[in-house]
């Protein structure tokens, strides 16, 4: 049965399931933050948020909110609790302090203090404690009188805030946006925005009013080329860059209203000149045109002229696009090229040997060159379309909000996973020329933090291969072509732009374990058989290295040094690694066994692995890390290429007494069965005994999950969570066994591993207990401290941090199969109705009463069976 969205969306039974009697409803009414703990009496008994989640920002909560806009790959801006503009990256970089200069506002005619910024109020950190601050932060808008009230509520891609003030009799909204419709990765991709300003006349008679939008050329640079020219019904403001370096970039901003005056030059003068003439028009009310000027136009405004009646709205559609085509980007250095490379035998130099999907064109420049400059010319073609298009992508994007937040699940569930969607819109995602992605792990302030689409960090992130599975394969491609070596070591780090890897270090352990589980996983979400058959030769070359490499003894135990995601190597067998591969093996297992390969060795193997990780690693509660140095090929801890760096002599005599630095040894580890959740998550059983595995979990929920930080010592990176703030560390050793140098990171919390414990916890069955790590962590982003739409780790809107998109599957079950067109249901809370995006579209599925069904709101999902619970149902 095929189902496809027409105009409307409809909801069709597609069977009868049944819950089984051992799943209890969540109460999920709780909703405030309380975080009931009675198993922990270490604990307090509650924490608690004065903020609801998945509710409005208001007042402190407001002080740090930046809600990311922009295309996937392709920049962003920031809207702002307060409706500011900030963090502008658009030159192909982050540039998380750039506040442009730019503010809307309004004057009302006849009216006392009646011209404002469409703005609510400054929060206090930006009064004192920015850059320039103890200067006076000369020419700021912050100076400028502001609207008095605010709320700010999100629904992604959507932001809305509600602006009052006794001054003014109307209500104002702002809204802004950009494109987000899962399955359409290039409408989704586009270097667009939106700000519509809707006012809404709340007196007894008709306001008269100038609206204006306002902005300093803020893309100028020393000794560059800078303008500002005309496009129709705004103005783009335009870098040609310096002699040294000629990276253009162009940003228009216009409105939908023909009758828009424009304002291409600002007054010319010294201080403060520009910003003091320019808002002396807005308080005004004056629409007073000018021409273009040559160069140095300090910057430009456009008007439009309001006449609301009582009761009566107006909307104006401010649309800002950009072009950036050119880049000094590139990262990672130059490996050998494969040359008459027989894909068949399990070498690939790029994808487009294969043609394995439409990305797979050559891009053989020196630097990055974004996708979005493929498709567009120039500033004004990106325009065009998004002023042609405006109405379908809003309306689409909107399909995919209602679906999203038509959820019942908890409202601390939705607000994470929607939160860290942001991600996808920051500059720590980027898609080249070509088509396919490139990503960072983070942002910087001025830089992308860690390059190369790090594959044992993007690990963790489960959005992308759901919401946009062709650029999830093209990661793949990525890791099995340019960065894989005719041994089968795969660089964890991708160059950029994407090219042959150099094979000089390590390969990462859980990345490229994971890897393989992530072809099945790509494999089952787009239904492409094809696919699978080109790529399986290069996975076998893979995991026949991971064998070789850290196993080559085949005991079935990853045991050999292994680099990892804590940027250190660990020695001897450990659980964490164990059940990568465990995963590894069982993914594999089945993707051999479908192209008919022999598959007897990585059966084996895995019957081993499994026995080892059972029985020698579990302590009974958790599973643990036995440290080694003798009988292993590996050299001396001392000699072995490390990030650690060398040994020094005080870590020589450390090495005598405790073994290598850098280990978990007994310790009881966050991330100690992350390759079972992973494997989960791609769609493999449980292969590792259930019962053993939520032991952990709740070993770790246990141990690890700390209300209060105040009395934590840690000497490591303190920030993501410290004093009186909650959060689940990465490690414990509650049995004893610390050693005098844990790895690097043991004393932090990462967000990313707490939505992957919390998930995998419900994934288990343990709802409560996921809900409590996920209501401590989402406490920290309320807003007051730190930006609820900017999970941090190494750097700004850290991809770790999307691994909470597995929330979704892990209450619910819900996961579609588009190799054997199968819908599975698995509820952990009853009855629900959650979002669910396939290859072909998307919509919701709900499960009420034991009765289940589909609505599919975009695309089509073909569905030939459905199992719930574990049974199969009648269609």
């Known amino acids: 049965m095929k189902k496809t969205a027409g105009r409307r969306s409809f909801i069709r039974n597609i069977g009868i399931g049944t819950i089984s009697a051992a799943i209890l409803p969540v109460d999920i009414a709780n909703a405030t933050g309380t975080v009931e703990n009675p198993s922990n009496p270490e604990q307090p ?196 860059g310096t002699n040294e370096k000629p990276y253009a970039t162009d940003f228009a901003i216009c409105t939908d209203d023909a009758a828009t005056v424009v304002d291409h030059c600002w007054f010319r003068g010294g201080w403060w000149d520009p910003v003091t003439m320019a808002w002396n028009k807005v308080k005004n009310g004056e629409m007073k045109s000018s021409a273009p000027v040559e160069k140095d136009a300090p910057g430009a405004s456009l008007f439009v002229q309001l006449t609301i009646a009582p009761g009566k709205e107006k909307i104006v559609k401010v649309m800002m696009s950009w072009y950036s085509p050119d880049s000094e980007q590139t990262y990672g250095k130059m490996g050998v090229r494969k040359e008459q490379c027989d894909p068949a035998s399990g070498c690939c130099s790029s994808p487009s040997d294969l043609a394995l999907d439409k990305y797979d064109k050559n891009f053989d420049g ?25 109405n379908l992508l809003r309306k689409n994007s909107l399909l995919f909000t209602n679906a999203f937040y038509a959820s019942s699940l908890p409202p601390e569930v939705i607000e994470a996973v929607a939160a860290n969607l942001t991600i996808l819109k920051s500059p720590t995602v980027m898609r080249q020329y070509d088509g396919r992605l490139w990503n960072f792990e983070g942002c910087g302030d001025n830089w992308g933090c860690c390059h190369g689409s790090c594959t044992h960090v993007w690990n963790y992130a489960q959005a992308i291969p759901h919401l946009f599975p062709a650029l999830e394969r093209s990661l793949r491609h990525t890791e099995f072509c340019e960065n894989q070596d005719i041994a089968g070591h795969q660089n964890f780090r991708a160059n950029l732009p994407i090219q042959p890897a150099s094979h000089d270090f390590h390969s990462a352990a859980d990345g490229q374990l994971g890897g393989i589980m992530k072809v099945y996983r790509e494999w089952r979400i787009s239904g492409d058989n094809e696919w699978l058959r080109k790529m399986f030769p290069m996975v076998k070359t893979s995991m026949d290295y991971c064998i070789a490499t850290w196993d080559p003894r085949h005991k079935g135990v990853i045991e050999e040094p292994h680099h990892n995601t804590y940027d250190i190597e660990f020695w001897g067998p450990d659980g964490m690694h164990s059940s990568f591969y465990i995963g590894a093996l069982d993914a594999i297992s089945a993707m051999g066994k479908f192209v008919g390969a022999d598959i007897s060795k990585y059966q084996q193997l895995l019957a081993a692995a499994k026995k080892v990780i059972e029985t020698e690693l579990y302590d009974g509660e958790y599973f643990i890390q036995k440290i080694k140095v003798d009988g292993l090929t590996a050299q001396n801890p001392a000699t072995v290429q490390s990030f650690g760096g060398e040994y020094s002599k005080e870590a020589k005599d450390l090495l005598e007494k405790e073994g290598p630095k850098y280990q978990y040894g007994k310790g009881c580890l966050s991330d100690g069965v992350l390759g079972a959740w992973i494997a989960r998550m791609c769609g493999l059983p449980d292969i590792i005994d259930p019962a053993k595995i939520a032991s952990h979990l709740l070993a770790v929920y246990k141990y690890n999950l700390k209300e209060n930080l105040s009395e934590h010592a840690n000497p490591q990176r303190p920030s993501f969570a410290l004093g009186d703030e909650g959060g689940l560390l990465l490690c414990s050793w509650p049995k004893g066994g610390k050693l005098s140098l844990p790895f690097v990171y043991s004393d932090e919390v990462w967000t990313g591993i707490e939505h992957q414990v919390a998930s995998h916890l419900m994934l288990a069955g343990h709802v409560k207990e996921g809900l409590d790590i996920l209501r401590v962590s989402r406490n920290r982003y309320d807003g007051r401290i730190r930006n609820p739409f900017n999970e941090y780790e190494c750097g700004h ?65 073909e569905v030939n069976k459905t199992f719930v619970s574990g049974k199969q149902v009648t269609i």
């Not at 912050?142 to 709320?151: D, E, I, K, M, V």
């Not at 120039?378 to 042609?388: A, D, L, N």
Request: net charge positive; aromatic share 14%; proline share 5%.
């Open 45 to 240: 008994s509650a924490v608690k948020s004065k903020r609801p989640y998945n509710t409005a920002y208001t007042g402190d909560h407001l002080n740090r909110v930046a809600f990311p806009i922009g295309g996937l790959g392709a920049g962003m801006f920031c809207m702002e609790g307060t409706g500011a503009i900030s963090h502008i990256s658009v030159r192909n970089k982050p540039e998380i302090f750039n506040e442009p200069g730019m503010f809307a506002a309004i004057s009302v005619k006849g009216k006392i203090n009646g011209a404002k910024l469409l703005e609510g109020p400054v929060p206090g950190w930006k009064k004192f404690g920015q850059h320039d601050a103890g200067n006076g932060s000369g020419g700021a808008t912050t100076g400028l009188p502001h609207f008095r009230n605010a709320s700010f509520k999100v629904k992604f891609p959507f932001a809305y805030l509600d602006l009052s003030d006794a001054d003014l009799p109307m209500k104002v909204q702002v809204t802004g946006w950009s494109p987000f419709i899962p399955t359409d990765e290039n409408n989704s991709g586009l270097p667009t925005g939106a700000m519509e300003y809707k006012f809404t006349n709340t007196g007894k008679s008709t306001l008269e009013a100038v609206f204006s939008f306002n902005s300093k050329n803020f893309l100028k640079v020393e000794k560059g080329r800078n303008s500002i020219r005309s496009i129709q019904n705004g103005f783009i403001l335009s870098e040609a």
């Open 366 to 390: 020196k630097f990055y060159k974004p996708w979005y400059s493929s498709r567009f010319k120039s500033v004004e073609e990106v325009t065009g379309y998004w002023k042609e298009q405006y």
């Open 797 to 861: 809107w850290y991809a770790r941090a999307l691994s909470s998109y597995g929330y979704l599957q892990a209450l619910t079950g819900v996961r579609y199969d588009a190799v054997d067109k199968t819908l599975y249901i698995d509820s952990k809370m009853g009855d629900f109705t959650s979002f669910l995006s396939t290859a072909t579209g998307f919509g919701n599925v709900s499960l009420k009463g034991g009765r289940h069904s589909l609505v599919i709101v975009y695309g089509s999902i």
